[in-house]
């Protein structure tokens, strides 16, 4: 069973930065695309970032200039580095992948979550 491990969250005052890891239980290159994901009190889970195997990234319009998402080979991670953070970016963040398989829709896989907590 693929394992997806976060660390990195915390909080920040506005304007401040943080840096996402997730990290699998198998080789990065083995997913189709991984990526973040969050989610605030009282919304619904919303993109943020996204990186396909062959290295292209897409951002959610609200984080664009100011999140950037990167592998990590050396560390076998996907970091989301979040800049110029807002208190509208507090949420819990979750990490996912999937996994394109030769049949049917992929399998997706995802974090346990991590608070991102933004004051200002």
């Known amino acids: 069973q693929v394992r997806l491990v976060e660390s990195g969250g915390g909080s920040v005052q506005a304007g401040g930065s943080l840096r996402l890891s997730c990290a699998p239980s198998e080789s990065i290159f083995r997913f189709t695309t991984m990526g973040w994901y969050r989610q605030a009190p009282g919304n619904e889970r919303e993109l943020v970032a996204v990186?396909?195997?062959?290295?292209?990234?897409n951002y959610a319009d609200a984080v664009k200039g100011r999140f950037a998402i990167s592998r990590d080979n050396a560390k076998n991670a996907v970091d989301l580095q979040m800049n110029r953070l807002g208190s509208e970016d507090t949420a819990v963040y979750y990490c996912y992948a999937t996994k394109r398989k030769s049949y049917g829709p992929p399998d997706v896989y995802w974090g346990q979550g991590t608070q991102v907590t933004v004051s200002s």
């Open positions: 990186i396909i195997s062959g290295g292209t990234t």
